[in-house]
């Protein structure tokens, strides 16, 4: 029978209840001072590249926005005051040419865009820093890929009072116009209707989730790829365009064949 070792050498070749803890507590800490360190690299990183193109947003702003909205945004009496109004306004109103306006009128015309996307950002992130307002949507919300049924009901219940059925555009009081919607960016229809631009009413989450404006840019999108199923759509003016193509053309011919035919008795 082999020699029993003392209750002492045993002891001494044990290891210590806690030593498993201690071990998972080390490298916890080490763990997490290593991922600390990698965030806060990188959120310095990104406050500094952000902090870069706010400085050169509010540049193109002054030299380009501030005679008519202030230095400060804060509006005069040529332009409205853009504190709180968000990236995506910028977006919209630059981005499709608007703004700077070429000259004061009843309405901003669309028109060539006079910036890059990088400047347009830059304006759009200096404006966005003064106070909290709508911000550029995520791509799912602009995607087009939504329900186009819902979004032609939501369309027809909230839209086509100005902007016709199709989408194709309308008059409006005081020189004012609905503008036709055919080969709009989808952010900008998105960005119209979260900021309700000139005459147009501002539909909020509450009224439009962000869901449902994309179904009405699936919609959209569906009439501008598909033809009308009804054949030649006359500038999908309804019965305007189609009364006076009767007009014109229907009495009009009849007109002529009524004359030709008297002509031929004589």
Known sequence: MAPTAPASARRAGRRHPLATTALLVVGLLATGGAYALATATATAETTAASAQLIDEGGKLFAANCASCHGLNAEGTAAGPTLIGAGALAVDFQVGTGRMPMAASGPQAEVKPVQFTQEQIDAMAAWVADLAPGPAVPADRYIAGDGDAANGAELFRINCAMCHNVAGAGGALTEGKWAP???????????????????????????????????????????????????????????????????????????????????????
């Open 180 to 266: 036709g919607l055919a080969g709009v960016d989808p952010v900008h229809i998105y960005g119209a209707m979260v900021t309700g631009p000139q005459n147009m009413p501002v539909f909020s989450d509450l009224n439009l989730t962000p869901e449902e404006k994309n179904d009405i840019i699936t919609y959209l999108l569906y009439v501008q790829e598909n033809p009308s199923v009804g054949g030649w759509d006359l500038g999908s003016l309804g019965p305007v365009s189609e009364g006076l193509f009767i007009w014109i053309f229907g009495l009009g011919a009849l007109v002529g064949v009524t004359i030709w035919l008297t002509a031929k008795s004589n």
